[in-house]
């Protein structure tokens, strides 16, 4: 384990479901993030959090709400999602201004 | 905003030899540049970093080279194995977060 344990690893779920993404870190990070990565297209950030305030929306689309309850827990809250949502997130934190550690990610499939 | 191009997407070496990969970035106030490494099925991890008051910076087979003036870094892989065989993401820190390159497929042949 790196320290940023993420569940479910797999997760199916219908376009009219509701389900959420799990995230904790145990290195005392003061930032956190969700990543979206697809086949197409590596690496989106999603999310910034830091110190629990969220920092950065990258203009994702309101189906996917992210929730920081404290600096060591972060949630990807689904719904109503698409086929193209489909994709690997990761999560990720990091101290300030130092590179991430990213979980290991959950592997998101929309049917 | 801070914009990171890398090339090549695809690089394919012989086994033994060495691999260069090169990103530019376009932030003048950027100050850390990782490079990750992302196995088939598994989270990209941290490999190695340079800060922008170093010019090089060396890890056994591994290296990052940094010319702040022109802006551009790249990842040198000497004696290439083929548990080398990955993608490579480049990436400089703005702002709050890392933006990251599109990657690189490195393909070691036998």
């Known amino acids: 384990e790196t320290g940023v344990t993420q569940t479910p690893r797999h997760l199916v779920m219908g376009m009219t479901n509701k389900k959420s993404l799990k995230c904790e870190q145990h290195?005392?990070?003061?930032?956190m993030y969700w990543y979206k990565q697809s086949a197409k297209k590596p690496l989106e950030l999603m999310f910034v959090?830091?110190?629990?305030?969220?920092?950065e929306n990258n203009s994702v689309p309101s189906r996917f709400s992210p929730e920081c309850p404290n600096s060591s827990h972060l949630f990807l809250h689904l719904h109503t999602l698409q086929p193209e949502d489909s994709a690997l997130y990761l999560c990720?934190?990091?101290?300030?201004?130092?590179?991430?550690?990213f979980g290991s990610g959950t592997r998101l499939t929309v049917v | 905003g801070e914009n990171v191009e890398q090339h090549p997407s695809t690089l394919s070496v012989q086994e033994g030899d060495s691999a260069v990969i090169k990103c530019t970035y376009s932030?003048?106030?950027?100050?850390?540049f990782p490079w990750y490494k992302q196995e088939l099925g598994k989270r990209p991890q941290l490999i190695i970093d340079?800060?922008?008051n170093v010019g090089e910076k060396k890890d056994q087979r591994i290296a990052v080279t940094l010319n702040k003036t022109a802006k551009h870094f790249s990842l040198h892989i000497t004696e290439t194995q083929p548990e080398d065989s990955a993608v490579y993401f480049c990436a400089a820190d703005s702002n709050y977060q890392l933006i990251w390159g599109a990657g690189t497929k490195l393909i070691i042949k036998p």
């Open positions: 959090y830091s110190l629990e305030e969220r920092v």
């Open positions: 990720a934190s990091s101290p300030t201004g130092e590179g991430v550690t």
């Open positions: 340079i800060r922008s």
């Open positions: 932030d003048s106030a950027s100050n850390y």
């Open positions: 290195l005392g990070h003061n930032a």
